[in-house]
Nanobody, 123 residues
Framework: QVQLVESGGGSVQAGGSLRLSCAASGITVYVVSMGWFRRTEREGVATISSGGTTRYTEAVKGRFTISRDAAVNTVYLQLNSLQPEDTGMYYC????????????????????WGQGTQVTVSS
């Protein structure tokens, strides 16, 4: 019933930008917590709460921005000033069940996941 489909990944040179999209169905992105994670280990990158509060891992603060658009039920991740260490598969996740804001940057608290979109940054 719930489906998350990521898109927007690609290959860029260091310093470049990408805009990732997570199109959701079966769930409304503006009433649940949403997050972006990366690489196999599902490192927390960014999250937005049901109330619109955003949080980022220290490694991406000032460079990445998470946002949502209720009209198209989509969550976005704007990636600016990309560096080679940002390379990896980026996954969208929905419905964080954690009790506090910090919990939603941890993959284990999410119920639904997309299949990912690849981001590759070359130097």
């Amino acid at each position: 019933q719930v489906q998350l489909v990521e898109s927007g990944g690609g290959s860029v040179q260091a310093g470049g930008s990408l805009r990732l999209s997570c199109a959701a169905s079966g769930i409304t992105v503006y009433v649940v917590s949403m997050g972006w994670f990366r690489r196999t280990e599902r490192e927390g990158v960014a999250t937005i709460s049901s109330g619109g509060t955003t949080r980022y891992t220290e490694a991406v603060k000032g460079r990445f921005t998470i946002s949502r658009d209720a009209a198209v039920n989509t969550v976005y991740l704007q990636l600016n000033s990309l560096q080679p260490e940002d390379t990896g598969m980026y996954y969208c996740a929905a419905f964080c069940l954690g009790g506090g804001p910090s919990d939603c940057l941890r993959a284990e608290y999410y119920q639904h996941w997309g299949q990912g979109t690849q981001v590759t940054v070359s130097s």
